[in-house]
């Protein structure tokens, strides 16, 4: 964009008020390539619905695979969506502000994506809705599918007005009006969500903690909750926060442009560090108590866990030490978390963690044997469902994309950018 | 007045309403479960609930189980055990499990197949087809060159076929090689009469050698029943069972013992037992130069034969010694080909233990009386080798067949490649083959004519080998021949009939009626189930050891192999078929790494076996005996004797059904068929292997 | 989650290891019995679809002291079923008199919850539409309907004949709770040649397996789990009754 201010993009009426952006053609052409991969994946959902799961890698011992790990892994990166916004307007942290928009949006992608993904992974996409009509209450994935499904409404309500912020749709006086109305009622949402939230993203670590015949991710719990509800609901709001953040930065390369000031990363940072640390004190813990209670009563040992190097205790280490304390070390601390390069690099450890934890959970689980004359099987996912996460994948990358372009999410945008 | 508004507010109104009902919700319900009833997938077929049940008895299997098919409104859908049956007592084998479903085998004929000059073949009515073999059938009797091979075990049509082949002035009937003709010759050579069955049921302590007397040895599911009710769950076992041979298969894995010897090394075995046994004061009288001969089978003369512990092969005689009703069983894995000289042991020890003629001992049985006229006895149709005929013709030694017919067999296949059958068939002037299934034999001959399976025909089963009692019992029809393919019986009475040969009965049913008669029994009982069951014996006369066969047959045996070869063994599972069948369509799933390794053939080998050779499980290899060669993959599995390499059995057919077609290697592409020193039977082997990597 | 229930009756299994020698033909049995389609290439294990599994046991010691057993897996019908509680959508449950743990194949949606939570893998998924070859469909049985592709079966102890045991029952007059020894028992148990399986009310004293479980070789799989499966084993070899469960090295085995 070198100096051409005065020769306006083709579409440069529908910006944000008083931001740059790239020429029609070149943000065109830099979508080509995604939506290329949008539509592989787009054959590879077709494909499976058409086929139906044959087409997988999936099979009767791993019935999960990268599908579910993939869901669990963004709707954990998602959470910072409901967490910022339970922050920003239930407690009044009024900094938020400057990033909560792309919060709301990353959640809504991650949520949306995750139910495309859910609607291939299920064997009977018609008759996905029987988690409403025919719902077993004992079951966490029925609370998961009603949290779900109901935050991604709260999420699209959040969209919407950001939506109706566009520089030419707001001129319409309802859209107007609607926009402002939604934001008046933003805190009763942001209220829900934050419930809904919390609640499934401890019903899908609640989903594996109660397998209570799979030594790997059994635990133990509170009432009816095993310990793996609490500990997802922290993973999630550990790691969120700073995805959000990243995504942030990684815009920022990307357009050149600065979206989000230093402080308000550093906040971010500094409550991620905060409830990651919470996260591993609980997750350290949980491990112990694993290996010295579930697992000899389940007449098994710590070394039985793993096997060759796929499923090997390097896991294990990257996901407690490595993407674990470490990065709630350097987040917690002011003085590392002040450094850029460690920041990012932590933000970055601490979603790899929380991401290499449902892994683990979700396959590694499966690919034990427990009963003691079978033996460990393998998993690697195959071209479907690659392309399906990469269906996924494309289409965030579009919406961020257009959102970025059309609509006024970063409200600093215009200050930082001041020459 | 409504007004646009007003409309829309009744619109939305009407919406959320209707959601509110469940008429919206019902019918999500109802389509969600009504669109799963795809078209291509199958709808039961409830045929008004009118379930019936005939009582017949299976071809398809060896053991010839009883089975119960349930048929709902007349369609066949269940083989189910048949309570009543006096020998398999309502079990049934995996195979005959599978019968209602194997007629609609991919494999099934459907209509008669002619070849054509370019060797394709094409479609002919049935009456083309019986002119084309009435034709070659009077060609036939002119020079007297028919050759008859039967899959038939045990049936009167085996008395058809020969009297047939009789009839045309031939002597060229023949069995598939079985554990039967081995057997006989066995007896003979001990100067036995009639027949000889193994009283398993009745016996305490069974030591079987070599034969898979709880898989697929005999009538495999009568000893199972007998074997199971012996050892109740919550009581001490009324039989004892120890097995010996080279793999732990499913016999030794329901045996006491399992008596790992090396391939080929029965006779050591089998000797040292007689060492044993006469070293402990069995007497000697009459059978002195047995005595002679097995005392140099000290048990480590033994081990260094078979690689099985002294002490092991003294346990084994103490409990021979110990058991009130002792029995000992050879036989082979293949049931097939086997030599005679270990079986002429076996019941050299038999008679030894004073076992012939005794309930759960060795009994020698009457052979049945031929209803056909001009059929061969029992007795000559078991002296009739057809490996060495094919072997004969092979070599130019005899003449070609003008007309060879097959009956129900699929010699290509289930006969060693070094055998020569490929051969017979391309030199025979005219070959016809009467088989349900398109069959690599059938594929190489003239003409292919559809046979009704044993669920669709009748057909009788008399005595199956192995057998200690007379049994009879009869095979009828639960269900019309599919297609048009036509009981094998009928169309050659018909046929033999416009060549002017009186065989005696206008139908295959009249010549079973007789046979019922002649027996004494019930044809509506027959009909009903009922099987016959007799234990009379023909009385024992003095035995003679042949001594000088079974030095020479010892001679030259058991050195230890090359370094770096491998002797082979095998393993048979029924579920996998037999020599005349293949895998049935369910059987699929039972195949595990023990038999195929990523679609091919386990080389099953011991890990000590596999440390000596520098081999890797899985590793792709290929077995290597002089120009023949198998692709195989390593397996361990620690099941198999030291230096021996175990392979399945019934596996790659290259020209039967998807169930079937490019699952593994055909183990007959190793052997060979060499005469047996001493007896002169032609038996097969296999040499021993080196192992190539691949 | 949900509190185990207690039933009057109990079906329950017992399968005498010492007796099973891996023939196969319970498998092949319950293929034909409960219209399972067959598979051209059932060599993969981890899809090949079976109510009923036949595993290898080995002894884990090299040649010659290797010894071998095998193990027919039929569903459990855990007394505590983990899949139960787990369905979002009460596609599989344990409420009926008999303990039978049910598969209701047009309510499952296929998430292959109830699968990641069964230890015995005795759930199958259906990975494709079922196939038979040309004809074979009419040898299908009229008792149990034909599942589609995208949803998760398994054993369920040939529930169709124990309809039609009671039905027998009634149609004779007789009470259809007190089903006699033998009047209902599951396809497998029936076509076994060695009398390897029985089959019976575990509750009822004049049933045969009422005995049977309570032998001192008796086990059932995965016992410390907590799943109180009604599929019991018997085996008087140590290592069997040892590999029927998860044991530290200091542990004495159980039976």
């Known amino acids: 964009m070198e100096g051409k201010n005065y020769n306006l993009p083709a579409d440069a009426a529908f910006f944000p008020e008083g931001v740059e952006r790239c020429s029609l053609l070149r943000f065109v052409l830099h979508l080509v390539p995604i939506v290329l991969l949008g539509l592989w994946g787009g054959y590879a959902a077709f494909r499976v619905l058409a086929s139906g799961l044959g087409v997988t890698a999936l099979d009767d011992y791993f019935g999960f695979g990268l599908w579910i790990a993939f869901d669990l892994g963004v709707i954990a990166l998602g959470a910072g969506a409901f967490f910022s916004g339970a922050l920003r307007y239930l407690l009044n942290i009024d900094k938020l502000k400057n990033i909560i928009n792309l919060a709301v949006i990353v959640g809504f992608l991650c949520y949306s994506g995750a139910m495309l993904i859910l609607v291939l992974d299920i064997g009977q996409p018609l008759r996905a809705w029987f988690g409403y009509w025919h719902p077993n209450v004992h079951s966490m994935l029925t609370e998961v599918i009603f949290c779900i499904t109901c935050y991604c409404l709260v999420l699209i309500i959040e969209y919407v007005p950001l939506m109706l912020e566009n520089r030419q749709v707001v001129k319409n006086r309802f859209a107007h009006a609607l926009a402002h109305n939604f934001h008046l009622i933003m805190p009763l949402f942001a209220g ?52 959000t953040v990243l995504v942030a930065t990684f815009m920022e390369k990307i357009t050149g442009r600065k979206l989000v000031s230093w402080d308000v990363k550093l906040l971010m940072g500094k409550i991620c560090g905060v409830m990651f640390s919470i996260y591993m004190v609980f997750k350290l813990i949980d491990t112990v108590a694993w290996i010295f209670g579930i697992l000899p009563d389940a007449g098994m040992t710590f070394n039985q866990m793993f096997y060759g190097w796929i499923y090997g205790r390097w896991l294990l280490f990257a996901e407690l030490i490595v993407c674990g304390v470490l990065p709630a070390y350097l987040l917690l601390r002011a003085r590392y978390r002040e450094r850029p390069a460690l920041f990012y690099i932590s933000g970055l450890l601490a979603c790899t963690g929380v991401v290499i934890n449902r892994y683990v959970m979700t396959v590694q689980t499966l690919a034990m044997p427990v009963l003691p004359f079978d033996r460990w099987e393998t998993y690697a996912p195959n071209w479907a469902e690659w392309g399906a996460s990469a269906m996924v994948f494309a289409y965030a990358w579009i919406v961020v994309a257009l959102s970025y372009r059309y609509l006024p999410i970063f409200p600093q945008e215009r200050e930082l950018n001041k020459k | ?359 759960g001992g060795l009994r020698i049985l009457p052979e049945p009386e031929p209803v056909f006229p001009r059929a061969m006895s029992y007795g000559d149709m078991m002296a009739q080798d057809f490996t060495a005929a094919v072997r004969a013709v092979a070599d130019k030694k005899r003449a070609a067949p003008s007309l060879l017919m097959i009956y129900e067999a699929n010699p290509v296949y289930a006969m060693p490649r070094g055998a020569g059958v490929e051969e017979l068939l391309g030199s025979a002037g005219f070959s016809v083959s009467f088989s349900c299934f398109l069959d690599e034999t059938a594929r190489r001959c003239d003409l292919i004519l559809p046979s009704a399976m044993g669920l669709e025909r009748f057909d009788d089963v008399n005595t199956p080998f192995g057998l200690g009692e007379i049994f009879y019992a009869l095979c009828q029809p639960v269900a019309e021949p599919l297609y048009e393919s036509r009981a094998a019986g009928d169309v050659l009475l018909d046929l033999a009939r416009l060549i002017g040969l009186d065989m005696g009965y206008a139908t295959f049913r009249e010549a079973l009626e007789a046979r019922a008669a002649s027996l004494g029994l019930d044809w509506a009982g027959l009909m009903k189930g009922e099987c016959a069951i007799s234990r009379a014996t023909l009385p024992l006369e003095s035995l003679i050891f042949p001594s000088g066969l079974i030095a020479e047959a010892l001679e030259g045996r058991f050195i230890q192999p090359e370094k770096g070869a491998l002797a ?87 020209n039967f059904d998807a169930f079937n077609n490019g699952k593994g290697a055909n183990v007959m592409d190793l052997f060979t068929t060499v005469e047996e020193p001493g007896t002169g039977l032609a038996v097969w082997r296999c040499p021993d292997v080196k192992i190539v990597k691949a | 989650m949900s509190a185990t229930q207690e039933f009057r009756i109990k079906w329950g299994m017992v399968i005498d290891l010492d007796k099973c020698t891996g023939c196969g033909s319970c498998m092949v049995a319950c293929q034909a019995e409960n219209n399972v389609a067959p598979a051209e290439d059932g060599l993969n294990r981890r899809r090949a679809l079976n109510w009923l599994l036949v595993y290898r046991l080995s002894n884990g010691k090299p040649f010659p002291d290797h010894d071998i057993a095998y193990l027919p897996r039929p569903c459990m019908q855990c007394g505590k079923p983990s899949c139960v509680s787990v369905c979002p959508v009460v596609a599989t449950t344990k409420d009926e008199e008999g303990g039978i743990v049910s598969q209701v194949t047009p309510r499952c949606i296929g998430c292959r919850y109830c699968m990641a939570s069964c230890p015995y893998h005795a759930r199958y998924f259906n990975w494709h539409d079922p196939v038979w070859p040309a004809g074979m469909e009419k040898t299908l049985t009229p008792d149990v309907s034909v599942r589609p592709r995208g949803v998760v079966e398994k054993c369920t102890f040939c529930h169709h004949r124990l309809m039609a045991a009671k039905d027998r029952a009634y149609a004779e007059g007789r009470d259809p709770e007190k089903l006699p020894d033998g009047a209902y028992v599951t396809s497998c148990t029936e076509a076994c040649p060695n009398g390897a399986i029985s089959f019976g009310d575990v509750n009822n004293p004049e049933h045969k397996v009422h005995e049977l479980i309570k032998s001192p070789y008796a086990f059932r799989l995965l016992e410390r789990l907590g799943t109180d499966p009604q599929v019991w084993y018997v085996s008087r070899r140590e290592w069997v009754r040892r590999l029927g469960d998860n044991y530290l090295n200091n542990e004495p085995t159980k039976g």
């Open chain 1, 192 to 243: 829900i969500g934050a419930f809904l939230s919390t609640f499934h993203q401890g019903s899908l670590g609640g989903m594996y903690g109660v397998l209570f015949a799979r030594p790997y991710v059994f635990r133990d719990g509170f009432f009816i909750w095993p310990w793996t509800f609490f500990l997802y609901i922290l993973s999630a709001v550990g790691c969120g926060p700073m995805f």
């Open chain 2, 1 to 359: 007045m409504l007004d646009r508004r007003g409309f829309l507010k009744f619109v939305g109104g009407a919406a959320v309403g209707t959601l509110a009902t469940p008429v919206v919700w019902k019918g999500l319900d109802d389509l969600s479960i009504w669109t799963q009833n795809w078209p291509w997938i199958p709808r039961l077929d409830k045929g008004n609930n009118l379930n019936t049940y005939i009582s017949t008895t299976s071809k398809l299997c060896p053991s010839a189980c009883g089975m119960r098919v349930r048929l709902v409104n007349g369609r066949p859908v269940r083989v189910l055990g048949d309570e009543s049956n006096p020998l398999s007592r309502g079990g049934v084998s995996a195979l005959a499990s599978a019968e209602v479903q194997l007629r609609y085998s991919p494999a099934r004929l459907k209509r008669p197949l002619r070849r054509t000059a370019d060797g394709t073949f094409v479609a002919i009515p049935w009456y083309e087809a019986e002119a084309l073999l009435r034709a070659e059938l009077v060609k036939a009797a002119r020079d007297g060159g028919l050759m008859c091979l039967s899959g038939d075990e045990n049936g009167t049509m085996n008395e058809l076929l020969s009297a047939l082949t009789v009839a045309m002035g031939s002597s060229d009937f023949y069995l598939m090689p079985g554990e039967a003709q081995t057997t006989a010759a066995a007896w003979k050579s001990l100067g036995g009469r009639g027949r000889v069955g193994y009283d398993f049921a009745r016996s305490d302590f069974v030591l079987a050698v070599g034969a898979g007397v709880l898989e697929n040895w005999g009538p495999v599911v009568g000893n199972r029943r007998a074997w199971g009710r012996a050892r109740p769950q919550d009581g001490e076992p009324a039989m004892r069972l120890a097995y010996a041979g080279p793999v732990q298969n499913n016999t030794a894995a329901g045996a006491d013992w399992w008596l790992p010897i090396r391939p080929g090394s029965e006779m050591a075995f089998l000797m040292g037992i007689a060492q044993l046994l006469f070293a402990q004061g069995c007497p000697s009288a009459g059978v002195e130069s047995f005595a002679e001969l097995a005392a140099v089978w000290t048990p480590e003369k033994v081990a260094r034969a078979t690689g099985l512990a002294p002490e092991r092969l003294q346990q084994v005689v103490e409990q021979l010694a110990a058991a009130r009703a002792p029995l000992i069983i050879v036989g082979t894995d293949l049931g097939q080909g086997g030599e005679a000289a270990p079986v002429i042991l076996g019941m050299a020890l038999n008679t030894l233990l004073g076992r012939v003629n005794q309930d």
């Open chain 2, 568 to 654: 082979v063994a095998t393993f048979t599972k029924l579920a996998f078929g037999t020599a005349d069948s293949a895998i049935p369509p369910f059987a699929t799933k039972l195949i595990t790494d023990a038999e195929l390794t990523a679609g091919e053939l386990s080389a099953s080998m011991n890990s000590a076996t596999i440390r000596e050779l520098g081999l890797r499980e899985g590793m792709k290899i290929r077995l290597v005996a002089g120009e023949m060669s198998l692709p195989a993959r390593v397996r361990a599995f620690e099941g198999v004797a030291m230096g021996t390499v175990a392979l399945a059995a019934g596996f790659g057919h290259t």
